[in-house]
């Protein structure tokens, strides 16, 4: 139990565009769920906070505008990368606490190419 | 504020051998703490977690894990290492009172040569 999904697994788009990335619960009901960027060789940073029905917290130093998260059920929060860039270029994971207490589960990420 | 450190980003061992990866944390409040486990391109799975009980923590796949707080240290250890086990480890440190805010450590690379 406690699965998280995210989708698409790998997207490869222009500079310029915008790119969904949505993570859902499967087989649970998430209020909160957690977005990360990690890059290559690197560890997992948190960007924000999703929050159902209300608006996400963001880390210190996040876009807030470049990276708009929505929460609009309890089993779905999508990242929209708004007017990608190349640096933009990333693997993203998110997370919500699942049915153990004190553990987030992780889906399988999505790496976001953009040229 | 809260922080981890892990030791090493890259660890070799021979398969059989022990594995010990190291972590230490900062915490301004008695921690919880976590190791996971990361394959290419996929997400996180927990290994195990400790959250104020017993010290010496057992998690999957044969390993295991020992707060000691006057160290400050979570070290992650497995008696005999396998080739399945070469993988992504970060260690992760929460406040008890917002568990899903995790803090990574760099993370280590663990080699298993055959």
């Known amino acids: 139990g406690a699965v998280v999904s995210q989708h698409p697994s790998r997207v490869i788009c222009k500079s310029g565009t915008s790119v969904k990335i949505e993570c859902r619960s499967l087989?649970?009901?998430?209020?909160?769920m957690f977005w990360y960027r990690q890059f290559p060789k690197q560890s997992l940073m948190l960007m924000a906070t999703?929050?159902?029905?209300?608006?996400?917290?963001?880390e210190q130093g996040v876009e807030k505008d470049k990276f708009l998260i929505n929460h609009a059920s309890l089993t779905l929060s999508t990242l929209t990368v708004t007017s990608a860039h190349p640096e933009d270029s990333s693997f993203y994971i998110c997370?919500?606490?699942?049915?153990?207490?004190?553990?987030?589960?992780f889906g399988a990420g999505s790496r976001l190419t953009v040229l | 504020a809260q922080s981890v450190t892990q030791l090493g980003s890259h660890v070799s061992v021979s398969e059989g051998a022990l594995v010990l990866l190291r972590c230490n944390y900062s915490s301004s409040v008695p921690p919880y703490l976590f190791w996971y486990v990361q394959y290419p391109n996929q997400g996180l799975q927990l290994l195990l977690k400790?959250?104020?009980?017993?010290?010496l923590v057992k998690g999957i796949n044969g390993f295991e894990a020992e707060f000691k707080k006057s160290e400050t240290s979570f070290h992650l250890t497995k008696p005999s290492a396998h080739m399945s086990d070469a993988a992504e480890y970060f260690c992760?440190?929460?406040?008890?009172?917002?568990?899903?805010?995790?803090?990574f450590g760099q993370g280590t690379t663990l080699q298993v040569k055959p």
């Open positions: 999703s929050n159902e029905g209300s608006k996400a917290t963001y």
């Open positions: 992760a440190v929460s406040d008890p009172s917002n568990t899903g805010k995790l803090i």
């Open positions: 400790y959250t104020s009980a017993a010290t």
């Open positions: 997370s919500a606490p699942g049915r153990a207490p004190n553990v987030l589960t």
């Open positions: 087989d649970f009901q998430a209020t909160t």
